[in-house]
């Protein structure tokens, strides 16, 4: 009858009736994903359309009056922009589907076949993008009409060009949403599948103490890979400023993959370091949480990457931009009678930090944050929300709610800075070779102020999140979170 049911074919529940039930039973495990894939479907549709736009225009209309270009423009911001989407894509699906483990081992030992239970898997990642696909095109759509006519105003568009009526960047967007999507859902089902029933039902509810050596070679192979697009930014001449940000930009992003990928060693480095200040100054509460996030570093690791995200990428454009200005700054007075190489080098400087620029930093800045905030916040509520059954149990072993919104506390508090330091290291990587391509000195320009900003930015987006979350799995009778289901 499983067998049935799983395949599809008369005599059991079709798969798309199993499917989406399981997307009604558990709603909340798929609103992170879902929220992810509708900011990557818009993000490709923005960009798909600016593109198309820019092709159909007549030769004439496709010389902005200022600035790069619109194909210029698109490409750079939706290269960026496109890579973080995808990233959140991948990392919001990888824990939603980590947290199905058990149920899909439950589906193994009752005469599901490996191949069975990644057609549910596929299933659950199909029909999540298609949901998510609908409103992503609308808001991509919109705002690619919204951010033409923004350029336009700015003279960076001609004013005759016009977003074509044509369906192929939301097509686009589908094909590209599924295909990473599919992609994260065959890695985690075939994790599920590949080991014994038995060992399956307990992988939700344990973690493995080593990383795995694929994960790893992955991780050494994206670290290595960010070094040399720092190492090409910092080697660029004083007249390609434009080029090494943009070099420096996508190497932080491939160091913050290497971040993801080696982060459970990582972060269990840090908190053995950074556990010892925080249970002197909570004996109990403290050492608790110092032992839940050492003990579970994989989890960690989830928690802390979004975060990581969030401080490397707006700290490696806020740098790069200050960095610019200063150049700008000293450069424009000295300019009288210089040679041409410096001249060129100042008519750079000048235009990396032209109002035109600043205006299209700050807008590619604020976009990527909001990819970095709804994955930060995704995860952390999923992470806390995952954790009912935990908090149950230590209820029933004499915990208080005071004590465990202690715990949850220093967890945040733990999880904060370790997210930001590495954030902080990626993004003092990147800025430091845009720095020495800008000025000859490995030492930016750091806008202490706004840096700040960033942190408490991600301080309020870690803590109220694990806080509140927290604040619900507490509620109601232990008994019943220990012996109901999981999440």
């Known amino acids: 009858m499983t067998a049935q049911i799983l395949s599809g074919r008369p005599g059991g529940r079709p798969l798309p009736a199993l499917v989406l039930g399981q997307l009604r039973r558990r709603p909340a495990a798929f609103v992170g994903p879902a929220a992810a894939l509708f900011l990557a479907v818009a993000t490709v549709t923005l960009f798909g359309s600016l593109f198309a736009a820019a092709a159909a225009a007549p030769a004439a209309d496709r010389r902005a009056p200022a600035g790069p270009g619109l194909m210029v423009i698109a490409g750079a911001f939706g290269e960026i922009a496109v890579l973080v989407a995808f990233f959140v894509v991948v990392n919001a699906l990888g824990f939603a589907l980590r947290q199905q483990y058990r ?26 993008t298609l949901l998510a696909a609908g409103p992503g095109w609308v808001v991509g759509a919109l705002g690619a009409r919204r951010f033409l006519a923004a350029l336009q105003e700015r003279g960076m568009a001609a004013p005759a060009v016009r977003v074509p009526a044509t369906p192929l960047p939301m097509l686009v967007a589908l094909a590209a949403a599924l295909l990473v999507a599919l992609a994260a859902a065959a890695v985690a089902g075939r994790r599920v599948t590949r080991i014994p029933p038995a060992a399956a039902l307990t992988a939700g509810t344990t973690e493995h103490a080593r990383t795995g050596v694929p994960r790893v070679l ?29 070099a420096a930009l996508l190497g932080s992003i491939v160091l913050l993959v290497a971040v993801a990928l080696l982060g459970p060693l990582a972060a269990r480095v840090l908190v053995a370091v950074l556990g010892a200040p925080v249970r002197l100054a909570a004996p109990r509460t403290g050492w ?33 931009t200050s960095t610019a200005e200063h150049v700008a700054s000293r450069a424009l007075p ?49 992470l806390t929300a995952d954790r009912r059954r935990e908090f149950a149990l230590l209820r029933l072993v004499g915990a ?28 003092g990587t990147a800025s430091a070779a845009f720095s020495s391509a800008a000025t000859g000195s490995l030492v930016p320009v750091v ?13 309020a987006l870690t803590a109220p999140g694990i806080l509140l979350t927290g604040l619900r799995a507490f509620a109601g009778p232990a008994v019943e979170a220990v012996g109901g289901e999981r999440g």
């Open 218 to 246: 992955a991780g050494l192979g994206a670290l290595a890979g960010g070094g040399l697009l720092v190492r090409l930014a910092a080697t660029r001449p004083a007249d390609q400023l434009d080029k090494a940000g943009q």
């Open 103 to 128: 149920e899909l081992a439950l589906l193994r030992t009752v005469a599901a076949t490996p191949r069975q239970v990644r057609r549910v898997v596929r299933g659950q990642v199909v029909a999540t």
């Open 400 to 427: 208080t709610r005071r004590q465990l919104l202690r715990m949850l506390g220093a967890e945040a508090a733990l999880t904060t800075v370790v997210g930001v330091l590495l954030g902080a290291t990626v993004a």
């Open 288 to 320: 608790l949480a110092d032992a839940n996030l050492r003990g579970y570093a994989h989890r960690l690791s989830s928690a802390v990457v979004p975060v990581a995200l969030l401080v490397g990428l707006s700290g490696t454009m806020l740098i790069m």
């Open 334 to 382: 000295a300019a009288t009678g210089a040679a041409t190489a410096s001249a060129a080098a100042t008519a750079t400087a000048s235009a990396v930090s032209s109002a035109t620029d600043v205006w299209l930093r700050q807008a590619e800045l604020a976009m990527l944050v909001c990819f970095a905030a709804v994955s930060t916040v995704n995860t952390l509520v999923a």
């Open 447 to 459: 806008p202490v102020g706004a840096c700040g900003w960033i942190v408490a930015g991600a301080a």
